[in-house]
Protein backbone atom coordinates (compact mmCIF):
# COMPACT_ATOMS: atom_id res chain seq x y z
CA UNK A 1 0.00 0.00 0.00
CA UNK A 2 1.24 3.71 -1.03
CA UNK A 3 1.09 4.97 2.84
CA UNK A 4 2.10 1.54 4.85
CA UNK A 5 5.61 3.53 5.76
CA UNK A 6 2.93 6.03 8.23
CA UNK A 7 2.55 2.30 10.19
CA UNK A 8 6.17 3.29 11.31
CA UNK A 9 6.38 6.90 11.43
CA UNK A 10 7.63 7.73 15.43
CA UNK A 11 5.25 11.14 15.25
CA UNK A 12 1.90 8.80 15.23
CA UNK A 13 3.10 6.90 18.43
CA UNK A 14 3.96 10.72 20.30
CA UNK A 15 2.14 14.53 21.14
CA UNK A 16 0.73 15.41 17.32
CA UNK A 17 0.84 19.05 18.64
CA UNK A 18 4.75 18.67 18.86
CA UNK A 19 4.64 18.85 15.19
CA UNK A 20 2.45 22.36 14.77
CA UNK A 21 4.12 24.06 17.34
CA UNK A 22 2.24 27.62 17.95
CA UNK A 23 5.01 30.41 20.08
CA UNK A 24 8.19 28.91 21.32
CA UNK A 25 10.10 26.87 19.04
CA UNK A 26 11.16 24.14 22.12
CA UNK A 27 8.25 22.05 20.91
CA UNK A 28 9.99 22.07 17.19
CA UNK A 29 13.41 21.26 18.57
CA UNK A 30 11.78 18.27 20.05
CA UNK A 31 9.72 17.22 17.29
CA UNK A 32 12.57 17.55 15.01
CA UNK A 33 14.94 15.18 17.48
CA UNK A 34 12.43 12.42 17.40
CA UNK A 35 12.65 12.86 13.30
CA UNK A 36 15.96 12.28 13.34
CA UNK A 37 15.62 8.70 14.74
CA UNK A 38 12.49 7.63 12.35
CA UNK A 39 13.10 4.86 10.07
CA UNK A 40 10.62 6.33 7.61
CA UNK A 41 12.14 9.48 7.33
CA UNK A 42 12.96 9.89 3.55
CA UNK A 43 8.96 8.67 2.45
CA UNK A 44 8.01 11.52 4.96
CA UNK A 45 9.99 13.61 3.01
CA UNK A 46 8.83 12.83 -0.57
CA UNK A 47 5.31 12.79 1.38
CA UNK A 48 5.72 16.29 2.68
CA UNK A 49 6.90 17.87 -0.74
CA UNK A 50 4.05 16.74 -2.82
CA UNK A 51 1.39 17.78 0.14
CA UNK A 52 2.96 21.05 0.35
CA UNK A 53 3.41 21.53 -3.03
CA UNK A 54 -0.22 20.77 -3.90
CA UNK A 55 -0.95 23.36 -1.36
CA UNK A 56 0.68 26.10 -3.30
CA UNK A 57 4.36 25.45 -1.48
CA UNK A 58 2.33 26.24 1.82
CA UNK A 59 4.34 25.47 4.64
CA UNK A 60 3.14 24.11 8.52
CA UNK A 61 4.62 22.36 11.09
CA UNK A 62 7.60 19.76 11.11
CA UNK A 63 8.25 17.07 8.77
CA UNK A 64 10.65 14.49 8.07
CA UNK A 65 13.20 16.40 10.95
CA UNK A 66 12.91 20.35 8.77
CA UNK A 67 11.05 23.12 10.32
CA UNK A 68 8.62 25.03 7.71
CA UNK A 69 11.68 27.21 7.15
CA UNK A 70 13.94 24.66 6.99
CA UNK A 71 12.21 22.97 4.08
CA UNK A 72 11.13 26.45 1.96
CA UNK A 73 15.06 26.79 1.59
CA UNK A 74 15.45 23.40 0.72
CA UNK A 75 12.94 23.55 -1.76
CA UNK A 76 14.38 26.67 -2.85
CA UNK A 77 17.87 25.61 -2.91
CA UNK A 78 16.47 22.45 -5.14
CA UNK A 79 14.74 24.58 -7.17
CA UNK A 80 18.03 26.58 -8.38
CA UNK A 81 20.29 23.50 -8.57
CA UNK A 82 17.54 21.88 -10.86
CA UNK A 83 17.82 25.16 -13.40
CA UNK A 84 21.42 24.62 -13.69
CA UNK A 85 21.24 21.25 -14.34
CA UNK A 86 19.04 22.28 -16.73
CA UNK A 87 21.01 25.30 -18.30
CA UNK A 88 24.14 22.71 -18.33
CA UNK A 89 22.05 20.59 -19.83
CA UNK A 90 21.32 23.24 -22.98
CA UNK A 91 25.40 23.96 -23.02
CA UNK A 92 25.61 19.68 -24.09
CA UNK A 93 27.21 18.38 -20.88
CA UNK A 94 26.48 14.91 -19.67
CA UNK A 95 24.77 13.87 -17.00
CA UNK A 96 28.14 12.54 -15.29
CA UNK A 97 29.76 16.29 -16.38
CA UNK A 98 26.99 17.58 -14.53
CA UNK A 99 26.48 15.37 -11.69
CA UNK A 100 30.83 16.35 -11.02
CA UNK A 101 30.06 20.01 -11.12
CA UNK A 102 27.22 20.18 -9.10
CA UNK A 103 28.48 17.44 -6.57
CA UNK A 104 25.19 15.34 -7.24
CA UNK A 105 24.93 12.01 -8.73
CA UNK A 106 24.47 11.82 -12.74
CA UNK A 107 20.81 9.44 -11.64
CA UNK A 108 19.99 13.22 -10.06
CA UNK A 109 20.58 14.84 -13.11
CA UNK A 110 18.76 12.23 -15.56
CA UNK A 111 15.65 12.46 -12.78
CA UNK A 112 15.27 16.08 -12.89
CA UNK A 113 15.57 15.93 -16.91
CA UNK A 114 13.31 13.53 -16.89
CA UNK A 115 10.70 15.54 -14.78
CA UNK A 116 11.63 18.72 -16.63
CA UNK A 117 10.70 16.89 -20.16
CA UNK A 118 7.51 15.03 -18.97
CA UNK A 119 6.51 18.66 -17.95
CA UNK A 120 6.96 20.10 -20.66
CA UNK A 121 5.20 16.98 -22.61
CA UNK A 122 1.88 18.01 -20.16
CA UNK A 123 2.35 21.52 -20.88
CA UNK A 124 2.34 20.52 -24.58
S1 LIG B 1 10.28 11.92 9.96
FE1 LIG B 1 8.15 12.31 9.34
S2 LIG B 1 7.08 10.43 9.84
FE2 LIG B 1 8.99 10.44 11.00
S3 LIG B 1 8.53 11.36 12.97
FE3 LIG B 1 9.24 13.01 11.64
S4 LIG B 1 7.36 13.89 10.73
FE4 LIG B 1 6.85 11.86 11.59
Known amino acids: MKYEWMDSALCAQTEPDLWYPE ?4 HARTALRICAQCPVRPECDEYAQNVEDAADGRRHGAWAGMSARQRHRQTAATARRDQQILRFTEQG ?23 HRQQQQEVA
Open 23 to 26: GSGQ
Open 93 to 115: LSADEIGDRLGITSRTVVRVRTA
